[in-house]
């Protein structure tokens, strides 16, 4: 092997480790994408979930007869 060939395998190295880092730049860009996107879900079911469970407790705390009324209101 010349000199020549060791240069041009040198380069190509160089150039391959750069092209994969800027691969996996992106992929790692492309998944916290994702994960935000699923945080966001999950923050708004979460949300509503609680709501549910407010809903819930003001049912189990209230006297009956003003429970009978706000069903009856309905």
């Known amino acids: 092997m010349n ?5 041009v ?13 800027h691969w996996a730049k992106l992929q790692h860009e492309k998944l916290r994408s994702r994960q ?3 945080d966001d879900a ?3 079911r979460i949300a509503e979930l609680e709501d ?3 809903v819930l407790e003001r049912i189990v705390t209230d006297k ?3 429970l009978k009324q706000e ?4």
């Open 64 to 66: 009956s007869e003003r």
């Open 42 to 44: 999950t923050s708004k």
């Open 36 to 38: 935000d996107k699923a």
């Open 52 to 54: 549910r469970v407010r």
């Open 71 to 74: 069903i009856d209101a309905l």
């Open 9 to 21: 395998l040198i380069v190509l190295a160089v150039m391959c480790a750069g092209a994969f880092k």
């Open 3 to 7: 000199q020549y060939s060791m240069v």
